[in-house]
């Protein structure tokens, strides 16, 4: 059971658009409702995009950029929540972390499919 699991993770993590489809088409089989399946595909996949990333990142440059990574994030979050704050004058966190988090899976599937290519870009020229 526990290579299962361990096994299910490493494809998600190397394959985040098989978790994103998987959990939307689970999603639409339980609540036959597309926006709201939408919703929660991209919450559960942004978490596999942002991993992704991390990994594409080290396979290309030979070094982690994970510190960055967390910081890039903590600081998108301090933008969204000053922002908001300074728009409705409220402060309201699950809002803001929802917003961040919608915000973080657009920036993370952006990097991960320009990852994507950058990478195999480079090792089809570096085969030539």
Do not use: C
Not at 44 to 61: D, G, P, W, Y
């Amino acid at each position: 059971m526990d290579e299962l699991l361990a096994w299910l993770l490493a494809t998600f993590v190397t394959m985040p658009l098989l978790a994103f489809f998987l959990v939307y088409f689970f999603a639409r089989k339980l609540w036959k409702r597309k926006r709201k399946s939408f919703y929660a595909a991209v919450n559960v996949s942004t978490l596999f995009f942002i991993v992704a990333v991390h990994f594409l990142l080290m396979i290309l440059s030979g070094k982690s950029y994970l510190w960055y990574i967390v910081l890039f994030l903590l600081l998108i979050h301090m933008l969204i929540a000053i922002g908001y704050w300074r728009k409705k004058e409220d402060f309201h966190f699950a809002v803001i972390f929802r917003l961040f988090w919608r915000a973080s899976f657009l920036l993370f599937f952006t990097l991960y499919a320009g990852l994507l290519v950058y990478g195999m870009v480079v090792r089809v020229s570096g085969n030539l």
